[in-house]
């Protein structure tokens, strides 16, 4: 256990029995890595592989840490390296959370984003980018938690005999998932030695090539997914397979429903890979004939996710959810005001308060409605701009005074091609039913609605 008093938290996460979905005749217990001071499982790889660099005389003090993430091993390392002192580089796909990559540079690290659509080999993958970043550096340190023999030790020496002591040395079935492997390689080897007959079930993303692997020994070309953290192109050279018996691929509707489910009913507030994990283990129990005793993980919490998965707006614009559909124009609109998604501004505010809303929710115009209901003008930063160049004491002009009126408003059975038409001139699709406003139509979700047809 490390002497400093915040890292000496890492590890010991509580073990929470699930009583409120169904399990079938098994029992399944959460490992709660949420719990964690850096908020992840992740902490424990990051504290093992640092102090391990340390001891090897690999990592100087002051010295320059430089990894490839997908959010949660560069918190820990950010954590860790904030504690001891580093100077920290992370190498981040573009698909990870803006709560994980705002997180992430409020403790100093320093992100660069690259591609999330591109494989191994190829320059801006974000390993490969991370090794060249890390040759490029003066004394740094790369990490590189997919070679790292350090990662699975974290597991090994720690996780695995946590839950062995807390399920009273009666556990039948782990449930996985694989990002670098760490946890897979590292609870496999406790096993082995504490309990050979406990069976490992991977739990994986659909589009990724492991469960391919432990099915068959061989993959073809990877798809994409949208949990982070778990599911690989590759397989990881860490990755130790031996104990697993079979593969559950888990879709991203259903490890978000899971997610959501989890806090719905039992008060967990769980990430995407936990969801995925939990789906699995699920699945697996309720296929069971006799009673087992399952063990996953909550990765990380939710809170990292409030952003994606739990935003329905969010969803919706992926395509992993749907609103009730009605067969016109209305279906295009993806944040509906009747159900209090559409961000909106009053005749009489002030512009300064109405564009801070629009950076808050990073939209670029706003429907202006009076008595909630009524379209009455829009505003957009174009409006903004020409009132208050030069001039800033005009933020407090309210926005009657800089709103344009010039309005077209659609129907819900119009057609496409007068939205089209809308949109060519410049103008923006606000839709109008029974004089009540439904919602604004932007080029993204007609782009979108087409691309979810695909």
Not at 206 to 230: F, H, K, P, Q
Request: charged share 25%; aromatic share 6%.
């Amino acid at each position: 256990m490390s002497l400093d008093p915040l890292l000496g938290l890492i590890g010991q996460t509580p073990l929470l029995k699930i009583t409120r979905l169904d399990t079938g005749p098994c029992e399944l217990f959460v490992k709660l890595e949420s719990q964690n001071p850096g908020g992840s499982i992740k902490d424990r790889i990051a504290l093992t592989m640092i102090e391990a660099a340390e001891r090897e005389g690999k990592l100087a003090p002051g010295g320059t840490i430089i990894e490839a993430t997908a959010g949660n091993t560069g918190l820990g390392l950010a954590l860790v390296a904030a504690r001891k002192g580093y100077k920290l580089k992370l190498v981040v796909p573009d698909k990870m959370s803006l709560e994980k990559i705002a997180n992430l540079k409020a403790l100093g690290a320093e992100v660069l984003i690259t591609r999330s659509d591109v494989n191994k080999g190829h320059p801006l993958y974000y390993q490969d980018y991370a090794r060249r970043l890390a040759d490029e550096t003066p004394g740094a340190f790369y990490i590189d938690q997919f070679n790292n023999p350090a990662n699975p030790i974290a597991h090994e020496l720690g996780t695995g005999p946590e839950i062995w002591q807390q399920m009273a040395h009666e556990v039948d079935v782990v449930v996985v998932g694989v990002g670098s492997s760490g946890t897979l390689t590292g609870l496999s080897r406790f096993f082995k030695r504490a309990a050979p007959n406990v069976e490992f079930v991977l739990a994986d993303p659909v589009g990724s090539i492991l469960a391919d692997y432990v099915e068959t020994g061989s993959y073809g070309e990877a798809g994409s997914w949208r949990v982070e953290g778990i599911g690989e192109d590759f397989v990881p050279p860490l990755a130790d397979f031996s104990a697993v018996r079979s593969a559950q691929r888990i879709s991203d509707e259903e490890s978000i429903t899971t997610a959501r489910a989890l806090l719905e009913h039992e008060g967990v507030l769980a990430g995407s890979s936990s969801g995925t994990l939990v789906a699995a283990a699920l699945r697996y129990c309720r296929a069971q004939t006799s009673p087992k005793r399952v063990v996953t993980f909550i990765c990380d919490s939710g809170n990292k996710y409030l952003s994606k998965q739990f935003n329905e707006g969010w969803r919706i614009d992926q395509g992993l959810e749907q609103l009730p559909q009605q067969g016109n124009l209305s279906d295009l609109i993806t944040r509906r005001h009747d159900r209090g998604a559409t961000i909106t501004a009053r005749p009489d505010e002030s512009l300064g308060d109405v564009y801070a809303r629009m950076r808050r929710h990073d939209v670029s115009q706003l429907p202006v409605l009076e008595n909630e209901q009524e379209v009455v003008g829009l505003i957009d930063e174009w409006d903004v701009l020409l009132a208050v160049h030069d001039e800033p004491e005009n933020f407090r002009l309210p926005v009657r005074q800089a709103m344009s009126t010039d309005l077209v408003t659609l129907a819900p059975d119009d057609s496409t091609e007068r939205l089209l038409r809308v949109f060519n001139d410049g103008q923006v699709a606000i839709v109008v039913e029974r004089g009540q406003f439904i919602g604004l139509i932007t080029q993204a979700d007609l782009i979108n609605h087409w691309r979810q047809k695909r």
